[in-house]
């Protein structure tokens, strides 16, 4: 099964994904995944991304392009995946259409997990995140002790890109970039919108009917 996930950042699309991957034993392929490990070992792609990122702008076309397509032909992908964080443009949609066909496959779903703007400024700016790969909330999830990590004791720090004004740009790009192929897949008849705003589990419950109803077609 091929999964498209759509979502802003800050709408959970990236645990969902974890989630359904686990659940049905194909890989998630994200590509924000792809660019941190890159950035955190200072490769060229690394540097080059990171640019952007810390910005709150998209990474070029090409550069992500190259990394899904030399992703998407590995064999762990043969009985499908999902994609996370891609295509973000039409013109990276169109992209994968072209390389799919290809592969002799077509995808089965975007899956478009929608949250209003004022929610995901209101998830994004309150996390904090530590070194160990913790990660805590104002609401949600408070350390124990007031900036310092429960688990190994470092300083916790916001992420560049969860500061609120990068969040704002952020979800300004993503609605200015995405909206389209949100568009585009609506035409294709592959879009299904899911609520976001429940909590993570019963988003997933939904995801799973979603998934259950698609196989019986
Ligand atoms: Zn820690």
Known sequence: MILILLGAPGSGKGTQAGRIS?????????????????????????????????????VPDKVTNGIVEDRMSKADCSKGFILDGYPRTTAQAEMLDSVLSRMGVKADAALNIKVPDADVIHRLSGRSVCRCGETYHVDYKTPKKKGICDKCGNKLYVRDDDKQETVRKRLKEYHEKTSPIIDYYRKAGILIDIDGIPLPDMVTESIVDVLKSLETL
Do not use: Q
């Open 22 to 58: 686990d659940m049905r034993g194909i890989p998630h392929i994200s590509t924000g995944d792809i660019f941190r490990k890159n950035v955190k070992e200072g490769t060229e792609l690394g540097r080059k991304a990171k640019e952007y990122i810390d910005k709150g702008l998209l």
